[in-house]
């Protein structure tokens, strides 16, 4: 019996179309759908330019965002807004950069390839993978010394979401775009794969750029407790 794919979630199909250079209307506005992550989290916030998308689960009334001061100019990303929706047993992620890129098929561009490192699942980036994300793959070098890893997890909107730590020693040099490019290598050529790294993360975002992503917007998460 075939498989049935999972129905795509309205935010991928916009973050689709942004990677696309077909982003939202710069309208000041905000859009609601819901959490891609139902009974397990995944609500947030992405913010384009000029337009947000607010996902959260429907007992939160379109008035009382509004009444939160959300809008597509900075109000959906306001702590006002953020507090309001979270509640005071929830948490809020940091506000990152969204950023596209897309799997090469095997064709890492001269990069060491990567191999399956399931021993590398107490890896700090691996938990905390696992506990926003579903399905983190982790891979690293062949070399058993190595720690360092990239995790291809379905994440944001149910779309490939890439997470990569490179270690101390061995940072510097282009070697963390190294490390992107052959996690890309691991997909297949063309598919969209996002990424999320903090503005204040200067070298992720550095080489997230030299492996070819793209800023797209902004992400944060949110959860309730």
């Known amino acids: 019996m075939s498989r049935i794919p999972p129905p795509v979630h309205p935010l991928a199909g916009i973050i689709r179309a942004a990677d696309t250079g077909r982003f939202p209307p710069a309208d000041g506005g905000w859009s609601r759908v819901p959490p891609w992550r139902p009974g397990h989290g995944g609500e947030g916030i992405v913010c384009f330019t000029g337009h947000a998308v607010i996902a959260v689960d429907a007992d939160i009334s379109h008035q009382r965002i509004t009444e939160l001061g959300a809008d597509g100019f900075g109000g959906a990303a306001h702590p006002r807004l953020l507090c309001g929706l ?22 890492g561009g001269g990069e060491a390839a990567l191999v399956p490192r399931p021993d590398l699942r107490s890896h700090p980036r691996a938990q905390y993978a696992a506990s926003v994300r579903d399905e983190p793959r982790l891979y690293g070098y062949q070399d058993p010394g190595r720690s360092a890893i990239a ?5 944001l909107a149910g779309l490939t979401e890439l997470s990569f730590e490179l270690e101390p020693a061995h940072r510097g040099g282009g070697q963390a775009t190294g490390l992107i490019r052959a996690a890309l290598a691991t997909l297949p050529a063309g598919e969209l794969v996002v990424a999320a790294a903090t503005p204040g993360n200067a070298a992720s975002l550095r080489a997230l750029l030299a492996a070819g992503f793209t800023p797209l917007g902004s992400v944060q998460l949110l959860g309730r407790g």
């Open 86 to 107: 979270t509640g005071p047993g929830g948490w809020i992620g940091t506000q990152d950069a969204l950023l596209a890129g897309h799997g090469t098929g095997g064709t």
């Open 151 to 155: 995790i291809l997890s379905t994440g």
